[in-house]
């Protein structure tokens, strides 16, 4: 089982950037795909992006390609979401997840294990 923690999350203005932070314990995630989701007031949760075990797939959800990052630090058991260029409709909790070893996809009910979240918000 592994256990996760998110981080980086604030106040920030348009334009802006943050980076998020999930850090793992338990067990390495190496083992795990990672995704980050994120849900804004009344609206569904969403996968951000996500990343597989192998690091061989990844995906972002079309608002923040070209915006958003994922990437892992294997020596630091970290997986950071950087966000760029942030817009207010980027406003949300955003949650990390993992997922099997086998998990391609960005869909959350594939994922097992989630963290706390961290707010972001995104206004002038």
């Known amino acids: 089982q ?14 802006g ?7 793992a314990s338990g067990s390495t995630l190496d083992y795990y795909g990672i995704g980050w989701f994120r849900q804004a007031p009344g609206k569904e949760r969403e996968g951000v992006s996500c990343i597989s075990s192998s690091d061989g797939y990844t995906y972002y959800e079309d608002s923040v ?8 630090d294997k ?5 950071y979401l950087q966000m760029n260029s942030l817009k207010p409709e980027d406003t949300a909790v955003y949650y990390c997840a ?13 994922y097992d294990y989630w963290g706390q979240g961290t707010e972001v918000t995104v206004s002038s």
């Not at 592994?2 to 334009?15: A, F, K």
């Not at 993992?98 to 594939?110: I, N, V």
Request: charged content about 15%; hydrophobic content about 30%.
């Open 2 to 15: 592994v256990q996760l923690v998110e981080s980086g999350g604030g106040l920030v203005q348009p334009g």
């Open 17 to 23: 950037s943050l980076r998020l932070s999930c850090a």
């Open 65 to 72: 390609k070209g915006r958003f990052t994922i990437s892992r």
């Open 75 to 79: 020596a630091k058991n970290t997986v």
């Open 98 to 110: 993992a997922s099997g070893l086998a998990t391609q996809t960005c869909d959350g009910y594939e």
